[in-house]
């Protein structure tokens, strides 16, 4: 059973920063592209950056330059580093194995306000 927890999230000023992690179980992590999501009220579901098995990254929109992604497969753990803060960036904050959202697990809020 595919299980994924994120955490590290919390109350951060603009122009912050917070690294997020995710432990993932029940499946082999390792040989899984992995997604960063995010919702909000207003925007719903959005994608925020992948990385392959391969490590490769992808980012999408205004994470761009600002987050960086990584994954330890000895540890089953996916992380995500958000630098630069914007209260734009507030949202509960998933993990998922790329193209399956459905199954996101439990996510952490971040808000950025001052």
């Known amino acids: 059973d595919v299980q994924l927890q994120a955490c590290g999230g919390g109350l951060v000023q603009p122009g912050g920063s917070l690294r997020l992690s995710c432990v993932a179980s029940g499946y082999a992590f390792k040989n899984f592209a992995m997604s960063w999501l995010r919702q909000t009220q207003g925007k719903g579901l959005e994608r925020v950056a992948d990385i392959m098995n391969d490590d490769k990254t992808a980012y999408v929109g205004s994470a761009k330059g600002r987050f960086t992604i990584s994954r330890d497969n000895a540890k089953n753990t996916l992380y995500l580093q958000m630098n630069s803060l914007k209260p734009d960036d507030t949202a509960v904050y998933y993990c998922?194995?790329?193209?399956?959202?459905?199954?996101r697990g439990q996510g952490t809020q971040v808000t950025v306000s001052s």
């Open positions: 998922s194995r790329r193209g399956d959202q459905g199954r």
